[in-house]
């Protein structure tokens, strides 16, 4: 498997993973767990778009 279809799949999985854990962080009222879902569903979205640019730039 290539490392930009890689970085895809491991970006989807750390965006599903931040956001469970955002939802249940905002269901069980803890802001630290909801916050820390979040940032995890950034990296989860940016390392996706590190996969397609590298996709796009042929490496």
Same mark, same amino acid.
């Given at each position: 498997m290539k490392a930009s279809t890689k970085d895809k799949v491991a970006g989807k $999985? +750390? *965006?599903v993973s931040g956001k469970v @854990? *955002?939802?249940v962080g905002k269901a069980l009222d803890? +802001? &630290?767990m909801e =916050?820390?879902?979040k #940032? *995890?569903?950034m990296a !989860? @979205? $940016?390392q996706q778009k590190a !996969? &397609? =640019?590298e996709t796009v #730039? !042929? @490496?």
């Amino acid at each position: 498997m290539k490392a930009s279809t890689k970085d895809k799949v491991a970006g989807k $999985l +750390h *965006e599903v993973s931040g956001k469970v @854990k *955002e939802v249940v962080g905002k269901a069980l009222d803890n +802001h &630290e767990m909801e =916050i820390k879902g979040k #940032a *995890e569903n950034m990296a !989860g @979205k $940016l390392q996706q778009k590190a !996969g &397609e =640019i590298e996709t796009v #730039a !042929g @490496k």
